[in-house]
Nanobody, 117 residues
Framework: QVQFVESGGGLVQPGGSLRLSCTAS????????MGWYRQGPGKVRGLVAHIPGGGGTIYADSVKGRFTISRDNAKNTVYLQMNSLNPDDTAVYYCMAESPTTYRTYWGQGTQVTVSS
C-alpha cells in the first residue's frame, strides 16, 4: 500500500522560505520518479519540480532559480526547498510518485503553502 507523509507547509511572508518533505512507503522509492505539483486557487494542478530515480531535475519556469528538489533514497524522502516565495506561489502542494515501468502515478494528500504579508 502506497502511503505518503507530507510536511513543511504553512504561512510565510513574501521573500521567505519553506522546505517541504514527503516521506513515502509501499514501493521501491529509489527507482521511482518523484515530483512536486501544486494547485492554486482557481487553477489546475501543475508541475513544480520533478526528479527521476536516476537523477536529473526538471522545473517549471516560474520556480527556476528559486526552488530546489532533492531526494534521499535512504530515507525514502523527497524535498522541495522553496526560496524567495511570492504570493503567486500560494497553493496546495502535492507529492507525486511515478512507476518507471507502468508510469502509474500515486499522490500525497497535499500540504497548504500560503505566501502573504
Amino acid at each position: 500500500q502506497v502511503q505518503f507523509v507530507e510536511s513543511g507547509g504553512g504561512l510565510v511572508q513574501p521573500g521567505g522560505s519553506l522546505r517541504l518533505s514527503c516521506t513515502a512507503s509501499g514501493f521501491t522509492f529509489s527507482v521511482y520518479a518523484m515530483g512536486w505539483y501544486r494547485q492554486g486557487p482557481g487553477k489546475v494542478r501543475g508541475l513544480v519540480a520533478h526528479i527521476p530515480g536516476g537523477g536529473g531535475t526538471i522545473y517549471a519556469d516560474s520556480v527556476k532559480g528559486r526552488f530546489t528538489i532533492s531526494r534521499d533514497n535512504a530515507k525514502n524522502t523527497v524535498y522541495l526547498q522553496m526560496n524567495s516565495l511570492n504570493p503567486d506561489d500560494t497553493a496546495v502542494y502535492y507529492c507525486m510518485a511515478e512507476s518507471p515501468t507502468t508510469y502509474r502515478t500515486y499522490w500525497g494528500q497535499g500540504t497548504q503553502v500560503t505566501v502573504s504579508s
